[in-house]
């Protein structure tokens, strides 16, 4: 090879890699990006009951993170720790009250979203009801996301006793 | 050998050694980082302090070693030799980057020394020069993966505590009678020391970023990292085979210039994470190594240099290209770092949210991944043993490694991520040396 040809070869040899990677996905090596809360989610048939309080909970996660025009998985941080509540107010710029009141509204949704769906009865949609209405919001999804389905009835009247109490 | 021989191999063996400071505390830097709870910015000046001081002293150093060359160099020995074990005794890193400043001003001194008593051996400075320019490139290119062993055997300290005994047996070496060189300088044309700064800025972007990708990204350890990072030195070795046959005429620079750009832009395109996707553009940028700097350099070095200005200023033009790569990189790579981080959270906890696990199992294994990413203090964490704290139902298992396999890929597609805008700019600023390097005229 002649010197004069050297930067062709070169020229072949690095568009050849770098158009190898790119065919190989280099350019989308990416963390996945997270679903868009306000998009529908494919909803699969029940297989058993269990699953009922979890989709319950992120149901009513993608609500609130609609709402807020925040990724649900935002939302599940400031759920389950309350340390990330306040640094999740201040990143947003929202009050304390506008989140409450959007996980309030994400839990009602999504628990009408389940009566009309088949999923709850009637006295459950009434007592969730109650749970959103009279719960911190927050709580109530914390608690619905750990739950199985068996205990969330329980979970529902001790929750609603503490209040009262 | 006879003792001009041996005279002049330590003269070029130290400029070696200093040269090779500028990238030896590479692969210990990770190390560095922890043991001073510092940020990827902060410990990034252990490496900017360095090569920014070199560049400002090397051509005061010049002159001073125009006069008194011996005496230059043998005091800048002393001063390297002292401030190396100041850094290796380093309480806090501010008292690392402090030491790290005056050892790059021994440094400055021990490499005018070392052109000057060189270019008086051979009679000149341009005969020195392919002397000193190989001593410098192999320190440059070696300098990271002998940073790396060092670690991984001893401890990071270890790199600045070994350079102590050498800096004060070459000391002793004895220097020839000066010969003045006649003349007077030639025009200066920077056009080559622009293009040399650009490219060192690239290449300190090949081993920077390889180096914490394959460290902090992917989590190898520093010895495994110097054998992936060694692949640069041995792929220049290997072609400059091939620019002794093709000479070293503004093609073969411009071919040089186009495989650092070319290894680079690739580097930024990873399709998978693992050291087997380095390899390739890693020969590429070795081979443009070769092919590209010792015809700058040459180039830089033309006409009469009688005061061993030039030189000085090669030198200079490589070490500021260094803290441009670096001052201009790292808070790119910082804020990517934070970025993928944040996307890796996300796309993690959405795995973790839409797994089909029983929900107890998946509060278990976040609160285990919670603590785990809270211990890393803001880097990306190391799943790897997580997956084994919780005991999946056993119903479930098949789900459960479907899952621990989806967010290790997670972090990895990250940690590799968080680096390709950095290496895309490092391969945008080897590309624009192409631009000194075609305009004007000449061979």
Redesign the interface.
């Known amino acids: 090879m002649s010197a004069r040809r050297t930067p062709v070869a070169a020229a072949a040899a690095a568009a050849s890699l770098v158009g190898l990677y790119l065919a190989l996905g280099g350019a989308t090596y990416q963390p996945l990006e997270v679903a868009d809360p306000c998009a529908p989610r494919p909803v699969e048939e029940l297989q058993q009951r269990d699953e009922l309080t979890e989709r319950l909970a992120l149901s009513a996660l993608d609500g609130a993170a609609c709402s807020l025009q925040v990724p649900r998985e935002d939302l599940v941080f400031v759920v389950a720790d309350p340390a990330q509540r306040e640094s999740f107010i201040a990143e947003h710029a929202i009050s304390e009250e506008a989140l409450d009141e959007a996980l309030r509204a994400g839990l009602v949704r999504a628990v009408d979203d389940a009566e009309r769906a088949g999923d709850i009865s009637s006295f459950e949609h009434t007592l969730l009801l109650e749970l959103a209405e009279r719960v911190p919001a927050a709580e109530a999804i914390d608690v619905l996301e750990a739950a199985t389905d068996d205990e969330v009835l329980g979970l529902v009247d001790d929750l609603l006793d503490q209040v009262e109490g | 050998m006879s003792a001009g021989r041996i005279s002049t191999a330590l003269w070029a063996g130290t400029l070696g050694v200093v040269l090779a400071d500028s990238s030896v505390v590479t692969l210990a830097l990770p190390d560095v980082l922890r043991q001073f709870d510092a940020t990827v910015v902060g410990v990034s000046w252990v490496l900017t302090a360095f090569n920014l001081v070199l560049a400002v002293a090397i051509l005061p150093a010049a002159r001073l070693a125009q006069d008194r060359p011996s005496m230059t160099w043998a005091l800048g020995l002393v001063v390297f030799a002292a401030s190396s074990l100041a850094c290796a005794v380093a309480p806090s890193i501010a008292t690392l980057i402090a030491a790290r400043c005056v050892q790059a001003l021994g440094g400055a001194a021990v490499i005018a020394g070392a052109i000057e008593l060189l270019a008086r051996a051979y009679g000149s400075h341009a005969a020195a020069a392919p002397r000193w320019g190989a001593a410098g490139l192999a320190g440059l290119a070696l300098g990271p993966a002998l940073g790396g062993l060092l670690t991984d055997l001893l401890s990071w300290q270890s790199i600045f505590v070994v350079q102590v005994p050498v800096a004060l047996a070459a000391v002793a070496s004895r220097s020839p009678a000066d010969v003045p060189e006649p003349g007077r300088n030639a025009r200066i044309d920077p056009r080559p020391e622009i293009a040399l700064a650009l490219l060192s800025a690239g290449l300190t972007g090949a081993l920077f970023l390889l180096v914490v990708l394959l460290t902090e990204g992917w989590l190898f350890s520093p010895l495994e990292a110097a054998a992936v990072v060694s692949m640069i030195p041995v792929a220049t070795l290997a072609a400059r085979t091939l620019e002794r046959r ?2 070293d ?1 503004r ?2 620079i ?3 210039a ?2 650092m ?3 680079l ?2 580097l930024g ?4 994470a693992g050291p087997g ?1 380095t390899l ?2 890693q020969v ?1 940028i070795g081979a ?1 190594i070769a ?1 590209a700097l010792p015809g700058l350099t040459s180039r830089a070095l033309a006409g009469r240099d009688p005061e061993g200005r030039r030189a000085a200023a090669t030198i200079a033009a490589r070490h500021a290209g260094i803290v441009l790569g670096i001052v201009a990189l790292t808070p790119v790579l910082s804020s990517q770092l934070d970025a ?1 981080h944040d ?9 973790l ?1 839409d797994a089909p696990l ?3 199992t998946k ?1 278990q294994l ?1 609160d285990a991944i ?1 603590v785990t990413v809270a211990s890393e203090g803001g880097r990306l964490p190391d799943l790897s043993g997580v997956f084994d704290e919780v005991e999946p139902l056993a119903a479930e298992t098949a789900a459960y490694a479907t899952l621990e396999h989806a967010l290790v890929a ?1 972090v990895d ?2 940690a ?2 968080a680096f ?1 805008l950095p290496f895309l700019l490092a391969g945008a600023l080897a590309a624009l040396a192409l631009l000194p390097i075609c305009l004007g005229r000449g061979p």
Request: aromatic share 2%; with cysteine.
């Open positions: 093709l000479g005429d093609p073969v411009v071919a040089g186009v495989c750009a070319g290894g832009a690739a395109l990873l399709p998978g996707w390739a553009p590429l443009g092919l993928q996307a890796a959270r996300l796309s993690g906890t959405s795995l949210l029983d929900p107890d509060v976040g919670g997670e597609k990250a590799t991520h390709s």
